[in-house]
């Protein structure tokens, strides 16, 4: 199984509607294609991580890098991983009250990711990092607990 990590920027600032249109395909497509993770979005910026097998990650992120609402993916060297740090789908964004239909779709608030560090940072340091560095770029989104 392999984990995949990028940061991208949107090409212009993305919006409620932008946000669920992406999370409905993705939650749909990777549900069948056994993917899991975490995307995260805030202002202009996305963090996603994917994980799940090998040639399943590879499809996504095919698909996912030639999407022209996003560029300059940074992405790390993909890690072979035997345990998953997502059960299944989440995207988190500091205001789903902002998104139309965000609870059908599962939308979370950052503070429920921030909760999620400790968990991520015992199982994949690197991951922990990005995920902390995403958070710490942007100031408006407060200072993390346990950091
Ligand atoms: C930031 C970002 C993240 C995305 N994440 C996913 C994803 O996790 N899974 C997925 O299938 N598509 C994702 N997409 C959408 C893909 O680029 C692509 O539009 C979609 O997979 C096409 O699916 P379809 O062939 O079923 O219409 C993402 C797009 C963007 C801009």
């Not at 990777?30 to 202002?43: F, K, S």
């Amino acid at each position: 199984m392999k984990r995949l990590i990028y940061l991208s920027s949107a090409v212009r600032l993305a919006t409620p509607d932008d946000l669920a249109q992406i999370l409905a395909v993705a939650r749909r497509n990777n549900r069948r294609d056994g993917v899991t993770g975490l995307l995260l979005y805030h202002d202009g910026t996305f963090l996603q991580v994917l994980e799940g097998k090998d040639e399943a990650v590879d499809r996504v992120f095919g698909r996912i890098a030639a999407n022209p609402l996003h560029r300059g993916i940074q992405s790390l060297p993909p890690a072979q991983v035997s345990e998953r740090l997502f059960a299944n789908w989440t995207m988190a964004f500091a205001r789903p009250d902002t998104m139309s239909g965000a609870d059908d779709l599962g939308a979370k608030a950052f503070e429920a990711v921030k909760q999620d560090l400790a968990r991520i940072e015992s199982l994949d340091k690197r991951a922990a990092i990005f995920v902390r560095t995403f958070f710490a770029s942007f100031r408006d989104l407060g200072s993390l607990t346990g950091a």
